[in-house]
């Protein structure tokens, strides 16, 4: 059974700093999606990384894919308070959306 | 907007009760999913229709029940749920077909509370 795990499961952080939030995996994959989820609100999609050393940036945030360690990450640099929200990584398997969810890091960023 | 919607955002039941949820895209995808968002746990893929087909059924209690009339419109039919099954239920969409590697796009959700 394919397991995906995040952490932290929660993040706080000043504006301004850097930190970086690591999702695992158990089993073979080259699909790896990350989503923002903001309160009471659906999924947005943010990253598709599709092979082994896949990276992506868009502003603030980076995302990685090393599928040989199963491991991918997403790196933020400079927080301000709007990147606060909860973060999922997914591990797709099988049919192309049959996703695999983490449990999500809640990243707050204070003033 | 992600081009899936689902109604009604909110739902308060009876463990008695029957009742649906909606799911509606026109992104033109060909395959619809559920998936239940509970406090404190990973999402849960529940069901996968590819070309109005279920193709995954998660192990759902039978409480649940799927419909897909056509590739635009996936529903979740609801009878003597428990308490516990209250959650978010998320619908999503995906290409499908020979496009694949493609992200799901997501609808805002149906807040389910049993009571």
């Known amino acids: 059974e394919l397991k995906v795990e995040q952490n932290p499961l929660f993040l706080s952080m000043q504006e301004g700093k850097n930190y970086t939030i690591y999702c695992n995996y158990s089993?073979?994959?080259?699909?790896l999606y990350w989503y923002r989820q903001d309160p009471g609100k659906s999924l947005e999609s943010l990253f598709v990384?599709?092979?082994?050393?896949a990276v992506k940036q868009e502003g603030r945030l980076m995302a990685s894919l090393d599928t040989k360690a199963r491991l991918s990450t997403l790196h933020i640099t400079a927080a301000v308070h709007d990147l606060s929200a909860t973060y999922f990584c997914a591990v797709g398997t099988g049919t192309a959306s049959k996703l695999t969810f983490g449990t999500g890091t809640r990243l707050q960023v204070t003033l | 907007e992600t081009g899936v919607t689902q109604t009604p955002r909110h739902l308060v039941m009876g463990m008695t009760n029957k009742k649906s949820l909606k799911c509606e895209q026109h992104l033109g995808h060909n395959a619809m999913y559920w998936y239940k968002q509970s406090a404190k746990k990973p999402l849960e893929l529940m069901f996968v229709?590819?070309?109005?087909?279920?193709?995954e059924n998660n192990s759902v209690p039978s409480r649940f029940s799927p419909e897909c009339p056509n590739s635009s419109h996936l529903f979740l039919h609801l009878h003597t749920l428990q308490p516990e099954d209250s959650a978010l239920y998320l619908c999503?969409?995906?290409?499908?077909?020979?496009?694949?590697?493609?992200?799901?796009?997501f609808g805002q959700g149906t807040r389910l509370t049993v009571v």
């Open positions: 999503a969409s995906s290409p499908q077909g020979v496009v694949l590697n493609t992200e799901a796009f």
């Open positions: 229709y590819n070309f109005k087909e279920q193709t």
């Open positions: 089993t073979t994959s080259d699909r």
């Open positions: 990384l599709l092979s082994n050393g």
